[in-house]
């Protein structure tokens, strides 16, 4: 499994060892960004929603 998930919106689910820690939505994302993201804390990236 991939220790991340991504969908057409953009939606990234960011996961770590312990499971799920937070789900965020991008404006744009791509693999290189993605991964850059993987085990990053949830205070570092702007949670869905956030305006």
């Known amino acids: ?3 991340y998930g991504r ?3 953009h ?3 960011v996961i770590d060892g ?3 820690i ?3 939505v991008f404006v744009s994302i791509d693999d ?3 991964a850059a993201l993987i085990g ?3 205070d570092s990236m702007v949670p869905q ?3």
């Open 49 to 51: 929603g956030a305006q």
């Open 32 to 34: 290189a960004t993605t």
């Open 1 to 3: 499994d991939k220790p």
């Open 7 to 9: 969908t057409d919106d």
């Open 22 to 24: 937070g789900e965020f």
């Open 18 to 20: 312990e499971g799920k």
């Open 40 to 42: 990053k804390r949830v």
């Open 11 to 13: 939606r990234t689910v």
